[in-house]
């Protein structure tokens, strides 16, 4: 199992990015996708994930509306639009894969994820 993150860098706030997570080694829809960040001095939190079997989503409250998660399961690739970025959302972060089912169980616990990816830094300047 491999998860590749992509598309970290360094923005202003109220600026935008794109994550990508390209996922290989296992059967997509197999398992559902999401991403975690950690800030400098704080927790990982999982504040996102998909369900890759039927595009169900499921935010944490602080990036609802500001971040949209999606799949492209023909490419095993799932994306994360970021709008409106705070300096508060200076993290690396990480996409992971949780078993396909698990998404809106324990998608935003980061201690249920089975597999990691490395991480991106995104960095939001003020």
């Known amino acids: 199992v491999q998860l590749q993150a992509s598309g970290g860098g360094l923005v202003q706030a109220g600026g935008s990015l794109r994550l990508s997570c390209a996922a290989s080694?296992?059967?997509?829809?197999?398992?559902?996708i999401g991403w975690i960040r950690q800030a400098p001095g704080k927790e990982r939190e999982a504040f996102s994930c998909i369900s890759t079997s039927d595009g169900s989503t499921y935010y944490i409250d602080s990036v609802k509306g500001r971040f949209t998660i999606s799949s492209d399961n023909a490419k095993s690739t799932v994306y994360l639009q970021m709008n409106s970025l705070k300096p508060e959302d200076t993290a690396v972060y990480y996409c992971?894969?949780?078993?396909?089912?698990?998404?809106?169980?324990?998608?935003?616990?980061?201690?249920?994820?089975?597999?990691w990816g490395q991480g991106t830094l995104v960095t939001v300047s003020s």
């Open positions: 992971a894969a949780i078993l396909a089912g698990r998404a809106g169980i324990a998608g935003l616990d980061h201690r249920s994820y089975d597999y």
């Open positions: 080694g296992f059967v997509f829809e197999n398992y559902d």
